[in-house]
């Protein structure tokens, strides 16, 4: 169905009209992906370049293909610059922020490795990526706002609906039980997390876990094993989803 002339949307499920607070619709990138063969949504890399190429080989996308990451990109692993170069020399390969590189661009954190140019494209980086009813972002939503009232901080770091946030119940995602779906990272996982509402990706491949990819086509996740594990992550801040991957 198509939307309404004033834009908004006619309630049918694939037909969802995405309104961000200006702030966050500066950096809001609308894609067509009808436009591309397959779309795939790959989690959290972390500066761990080979274990990526291990994932993009299981992949093997054409260049008809799009690739989107959900963001973090870099810091932990051994080679940020590695994988951003990776990332921005494919024209079908797109990203967005993490909060990992909006520590970068705030100065709050260094890379030694990266270069001016991957500096320059991580501040190109949107906050959100959105396509007719699915959105890819780092963090999450909060679900119990619009989306017209979330701010860039959220949508990179959304993660507990706990008064005290952090890794306490409920997750956002697992009270998402609407469209847009939403494909997001940040939060480490035990295993990917799917629902028709939500696609979580972020299985800690830095920390010994896998790497994920999701084939929106295909409906199935892509996973490999890390080369290495580069940093130690405690069991709680690893989260087991409570609904079953459903794909």
């Not at 607070?21 to 063969?37: G, L, M, N």
């Not at 295993?191 to 010994?208: C, E, I, M």
Request: charged content about 30%; overall charge negative; hydrophobic content about 30%.
């Amino acid at each position: 169905m198509s939307k309404r002339d004033d834009g908004t949307s006619d309630g049918s499920k694939g037909d969802v009209s995405l309104r961000f607070s200006e702030t966050v619709e500066a950096h809001h990138e609308r894609i067509d992906v009808d436009e591309w063969d397959r779309t795939y949504v790959v989690g959290d890399v972390h500066g761990c370049p080979h274990t990526l190429d291990r994932l993009l080989e299981e992949i093997d996308p054409s260049d008809n293909d799009l690739v989107l990451f959900v963001g973090d990109l870099v810091r932990k692993g051994p080679d940020s610059h590695a994988v951003v170069e990776t990332v921005r020399e494919r024209d079908n390969f797109s990203a967005v922020r993490g909060n990992n590189e909006q520590k970068i661009i705030d100065g709050r954190k260094t890379v030694d490795e990266l270069t001016d140019a991957d500096r320059e494209y991580i501040e190109s980086l949107p906050v959100v990526i959105s396509w007719d009813d699915g959105m890819v972002v780092h963090g999450g939503i909060d679900v119990r706002k619009p989306l017209s009232e979330h701010t860039v901080g959220e949508l990179l770091n959304m993660r507990s609906l706990a008064p005290e946030g952090g890794y306490e119940r409920p997750f956002w995602f697992e009270q998402q039980h609407e469209h847009p779906r939403v494909f997001f990272g940040h939060t480490v996982m035990a295993r990917p997390f799917a629902t028709d509402s939500a696609v979580g990706l972020d299985t800690g491949a830095v920390y010994g876990g896998k790497l994920t990819a999701y084939d929106c086509l295909g409906d199935e996740f892509i996973s490999v094993d890390p080369v290495e594990n580069y940093e130690s992550r405690s069991d709680d801040s690893i989260v087991t989803p409570n609904v079953p991957v459903r794909c």
